[in-house]
């Protein structure tokens, strides 16, 4: 009979990583079992940056944050993020490569370029990118509702006040979350948001 090593590590789960700044500027963060609409949207109502299906090199600092806490149920529920080291913050920052976008201002100044020293992570990046095309032409193929969002259409996700919206592709949709890539630069990190905060474009005639 084997031995119970008691460890109750979750193997094969996806975590998900919750960072942001409180409202004295203090680093917080944690991470979460599952990936949930309501968890996600409570984050970016905290602006905090959100980090799914990360690489290793990621992921691996991610597991050092505290488990985060969920209050209230349903699609509306709040969040407990505590304040961690900023030394651990700006590492998980800077393995993740430069901000998506929407993010606080006082994370984008520290913003790293993306450069990945493992090739093998970064052959897999690039199948991944591969694996999803765009499906919508300039004038048709558009998704013409939010419900009808899928894999492979272009949406416009907004960059920020400055930089307004850009094209995106969505590579993965969960209920309401959208993974997505941007259509002109696929080499830049894949990045988040819910379905409600990305606009469509114009279709044109049905």
Known sequence: MGKKTGKTEPAKVDQVYVLGLDANGKPRGARFAELKDSIVSAAMDMKCRVLIDQPEAVSGLG??????RVYGGGKVVKLFVPNIRRELYDKILEAAGPLAGGEPAAEKQNAPEQASGNPQTKSETDAATAEVRCISPVTSGLPRSWEEIAVGHMVLAHESPDDGWWEAVVIRREDEILTLRYRDAP????????INTVALVNPGPG
């Open 187 to 194: 080499k830049l990190p894949k990045f988040i948001r819910h």
């Open 63 to 68: 597991m050092k944050l505290p488990v985060g």
